[in-house]
């Protein structure tokens, strides 16, 4: 009989039994359950207005949901997996029902409100969320590409150059700059200077690969490319099971230099950056409805790869 616990902080050996059953479920779906925001808070435990639902069958843990209460305005999210061994037994279903009253408890006068997160866009997540009166409300695409194929040299706008990213000097004014770059997006423009500080602490974090590009005049920063490689690790220290590939992490352009080309160049730029760096492969995270953002990296070679799905809570 399986039971669930609610836990407000993880013991490292939970955050390794967490770990190990997402990599469990990320084999089996082809997909990792989690998100990256997810991961970087879970591994010292979690933050402390999460909630983490741990469900065992005896000492073995065997599902386990992530309820993120941080958001006053949009409400609780909910990330979610059950072991591939333990499947078809209602557990996801029992999990998503304590998420729901999790995120109740957590809202005070305004409950109900509640999104989750299916990675990979599965049927049986889609069945699970809609029989529990969910809908869907934000599609999250992953689009790749080859880096084999020629990628043209950047052309920068007259008086702006590049150069990369200096952990300590450009902290805050890059802040600023995500800030204004992402002012409509309901998760980028929210970054903070201790979210930046928790990803230059990552071990795949490498200042060579972010790119900013400064206005000549005045060095103030006009838009950014930050690149990141997935798996270059090999043997003990590999936390990817495949071969490496390059990633456009977070691409911004200041509201000031919109129009101008900027976008393009830095996109080819960082392409080139992970080219450079033997990779074969390059991928990316755009949001469906950013028509915008999707054009222009069908432009480049792009092609939509794997589909992660926001299911929002009917209210």
Same mark, same amino acid.
């Given at each position: ?34 998100? /990256? ?8 435990? !979690? +933050? ?5 639902? =741990?469900?065992? &069958? $005896? #000492? ?37 029902? /304590? ?8 809202? !005070? +006068? ?5 999104? =989750?997160?299916? &990675? $990979? #866009? ?48 450009? +902290? ?144």
């Amino acid at each position: 009989m399986e039971r669930v616990q609610r836990s407000d902080r993880l013991t490292a050996g939970e955050v390794a039994e967490v770990l190990d059953l997402m990599r469990a479920a990320g084999d089996a779906d082809g997909v990792y359950p989690l998100s /990256e925001h997810v991961v970087l808070h879970l591994r010292p435990g !979690g +933050d402390p207005r999460a909630v983490h639902l =741990l469900s065992r &069958h $005896g #000492d073995t843990l065997v599902g386990y949901a992530h309820v993120d209460t941080t958001d006053p305005v949009e409400g609780a999210a909910a990330e979610l997996a059950v072991h591939p061994a333990y499947r078809r037994r209602g557990l996801g279903r029992t999990l998503v029902t /304590e998420t729901m009253a999790v995120a109740d408890e957590r809202a !005070g +006068d305004s409950p109900g409100r509640l999104r =989750l997160w299916a &990675h $990979g #866009d599965h049927p049986s997540a889609s069945a699970l969320s809609m029989s529990l009166d969910f809908e869907r409300s934000r599609v999250l695409w992953q689009m790749r590409r080859s880096l084999a194929v020629p990628v043209p040299e950047p052309r920068l706008p007259d008086g702006v150059s590049l150069r990369p990213f200096r952990p300590g000097t450009d +902290d805050a004014a890059w802040v600023a700059l995500n800030a204004a770059a992402f002012a409509d997006h309901p998760e980028q423009g929210k970054w903070t200077i201790d979210d930046l500080h928790l990803r230059m602490k990552e071990p795949w974090f490498d200042p060579a690969g972010f790119l900013l590009a400064q206005r000549d005049t005045d060095g103030e920063l006009l838009g950014f490319h930050w690149t990141k490689v997935h798996g270059a690790a090999r043997g003990a220290a590999a936390t990817h099971p495949h071969d490496p590939i390059g990633e456009v992490y977070v691409l911004g352009v200041s509201p000031a230099a919109h129009g101008g080309g900027l976008g393009t160049a830095l996109t080819l730029a960082g392409l080139r950056h992970l080219r450079d760096q033997g990779l074969d492969q390059a991928m990316l995270y755009v949001d469906e409805a950013n028509s915008t953002a999707v054009a222009l990296y069908r432009k480049h070679g792009f092609v939509r790869w794997t589909t992660d799905v926001c299911f929002r809570r009917r209210v």
